[in-house]
């Protein structure tokens, strides 16, 4: 959780909210076709909650932000230019939502899609 006290008051941001930021980042960018999960649990637990920031990890370091993403990429991509783009990404509307600064953006590919030929 990230804290910051102004003049008038303490503002906090959630993790879940840098999540929902991140995840709708992520789904954006070219080339990723969805968001996994990091290990079979989180899986079979998604499968009954239907979590929106799905496939995201965040980890505060003091004042700094670390954010992990699980992504799926669309077969036939370049993968590394994919992942760069992503990861850049998320790093500046996660910087430019909260104002804080993001120390990484790891990308993790879980997963390649082939899209439906007709």
Do not use: W
Not at 21 to 33: H, P, W
Not at 35 to 49: E, Q, R, Y
Not at 78 to 104: C, F, M
């Amino acid at each position: 959780m990230t804290d910051e006290i102004t003049s008038i008051g303490r503002i906090t941001i959630s993790p879940r909210a840098i999540s929902t930021i991140a995840c709708q980042a992520a789904m954006q960018s070219y080339g990723v076709v969805g968001m996994t999960s990091k290990n079979l649990a989180d899986g079979i637990v998604h499968v009954f909650a239907r979590d929106p920031r799905h496939g995201v990890q965040i980890n505060s370091l003091g004042d700094q932000i670390a954010i992990d993403l699980f992504v799926i990429i669309e077969y036939g991509t370049r993968i590394s230019s994919v992942a760069a783009s992503v990861a850049n990404s998320v790093r500046y509307q996660v910087e430019r939502a909260i104002g804080l600064p993001v120390a990484a953006v790891n990308v993790h590919v879980q997963d390649l899609r082939v899209s439906d030929i007709d």
